[in-house]
């Protein structure tokens, strides 16, 4: 009988993971789709942020993506309690990620696929706790693999683009601080991130946020305040860069037209 149920609950997760790729695969396929919304300013990042800033933003999602991986791996490994099953939605979430933008074509990516099935995460919610928990050991390995991949990326892109690899020393930086004040304040994942982000964007060094929710939103502000500042410095940076360059070449414009009129 308990090894009925384990299978139950392994076709259950399987099945219901597969939905919502396929779910996901097709609302994706929609959007992109949608003419409308494909030439609307409000879905064009041009509208918000200067060309600069765009291709620092894609630059720092790769390394942003890693520190999820990463924080991920820790609370499959050791069991921190955030409430509101809150590990077991992100790993769903980054799972579909990761599944629907890999490719499927090898044996190697099917394997990677099978490795990103979240089994324990929808067990935990649907079921609660389970002997599939010991699945995490191999869903591990995918996210190791996904960290390869994604600082490879970031190498790639930084130097395709001619960008600066300093910015991999602020994420350095975050990680060495993410991990000191995981230890050294015997905190959780979530309440290092958030220590460690209000720490290096404002004064602050408290995990602002009760639960779960306050965290995540802590984390949004402070951030969106770091980018949001970004994106001002660098739109008045080339405002005062062209005006500089109007009024150059509108005095020698001026320099032009007086010589000819010389002559």
């Given at each position: 009988m308990f090894i009925l149920v384990i299978i139950f609950q392994f076709l259950v997760a399987i099945g219901i993971f597969a939905f919502l790729v396929y779910s996901c695969k097709y609302i994706v396929n929609?959007?992109?789709t949608n003419s409308k919304l494909n030439n609307s300013k409000f879905s064009d990042p041009?509208?918000?942020?200067?060309?600069?800033e765009l291709l620092l933003l894609k630059q720092v999602f790769y390394l942003i993506m890693i520190m999820i991986f990463i924080m991920l791996c820790?609370?499959?490994i050791f069991?921190?309690?955030?409430?509101?099953?809150?590990?077991?939605?992100?790993d769903i979430i980054v799972s579909l990620y990761l599944t629907i933008n890999i490719p499927k074509d090898s044996l190697k990516e099917k394997i990677i696929i099978a490795l990103l099935i979240?089994?324990?995460s929808i067990v935990g919610i649907l079921f609660g706790d389970s002997v599939l928990a010991i699945y995490d050991l191999f869903h591990i390995f995918g996210y190791l693999y996904f960290i390869k991949v994604y600082y490879r990326k970031f190498v790639e892109y930084t130097e395709n683009n001619g960008l600066g690899i300093s910015i991999i020393l602020l994420i350095g930086i975050l990680l060495v601080s993410f991990l000191f004040t995981l230890l050294a304040e015997n905190v959780s994942p979530m309440d290092s991130m958030t220590m460690v982000s209000n720490a290096f964007t404002s004064n602050s060094f408290e995990a602002s946020g009760k639960n779960i929710f306050g965290k995540i939103n802590s984390l949004v502000l402070a951030w969106s305040g770091f980018i949001l500042?970004?994106?001002?410095?660098a739109t008045l940076?080339?405002?005062?860069?062209n005006e500089y360059v109007t009024r150059q070449f509108d005095e020698l414009k001026d320099?032009?037209?007086?010589?000819?009129?010389?002559?």
């Open positions: 929609r959007f992109k041009q509208e918000y942020f200067p060309s600069e820790l609370y499959l069991d921190w309690d955030e409430g509101f099953y809150f590990i077991y939605i992100l979240p089994l324990s500042s970004g994106v001002g410095t940076a080339a405002s005062i860069v320099l032009i037209k007086k010589q000819k009129e010389e002559k």
